[in-house]
């Protein structure tokens, strides 16, 4: 089951500089948070900050080629997390014919924001990744049902932790302030 998702935010995580894209999934408190390198965390800034470009960037580079072939994104779906490793899909309408292509999650969300298509996530990543923020403003795992999908093992819950550990060092206090 895919659930659609809106990017929250790009934020930094001030001990190791490193960059984490938040989506957060509509109509809910539950969040998705995946790193991504420096350059697609400034290629999904800059368009959400309508910041203007001298030439165009990578992301715009692709954007263009897929409208001049006549093609469209329809959606890019977060689509697995394997061995700590996120993975997405974009599909694309080519004359009729949807294609689905392999991506990085960070390169189809930029590339998501640019030509304005959904974002999705499959429920089994979510099940896998999401956090959700109690009434307290803390992280905590998502106390959602699992019935149908299979329980995380011990070892992905260990290798999952670090993720944990990374939201819990950023800076979540102006989440709910930018939802009300």
């Known amino acids: 089951m895919l659930v659609e998702m809106v990017v929250e935010s790009v934020r930094v995580n001030l001990q190791t500089y490193q960059r984490v894209v938040v989506l957060k999934e ?12 420096n350059n697609e965390a400034d290629a999904i800034v800059i368009q959400l900050q309508n910041v203007p470009v ?5 992301h ?11 093609a469209k994104v329809t959606r890019v779906v977060v689509s697995d997390l394997a061995e ?15 294609v689905e292509i392999d991506s ?4 189809a969300i930029a590339l998501a924001v640019r030509v304005q298509a959904p974002i999705f996530a499959d429920e089994t990543v979510l099940d896998k990744a ?7 403003q803390t992280v905590a795992e998502t106390d959602r ?4 999908s299979e329980p995380v093992r011990e070892e992905e819950l260990k290798k999952l932790s670090v993720f944990r550990e990374f939201i819990n060092t950023l800076d979540l206090d102006d ?6």
Request: no cysteine; net charge negative.
């Open 130 to 136: 999401a956090v959700a923020l109690d009434n307290e």
């Open 60 to 70: 715009d580079l692709l954007k263009s080629v897929i409208s001049e072939l006549g």
């Open 175 to 180: 989440l709910e302030k930018r939802d009300k």
């Open 145 to 148: 049902p699992q019935e149908q």
């Open 54 to 58: 001298p030439r165009p960037q990578t």
């Open 26 to 37: 509509k109509g809910s408190e539950r969040y998705l948070p995946i790193w991504i390198g």
């Open 104 to 107: 990085r999650p960070s390169d």
């Open 84 to 98: 700590d490793v996120f993975y997405a899909r974009v599909h694309i309408d080519v004359d009729g014919k949807q």
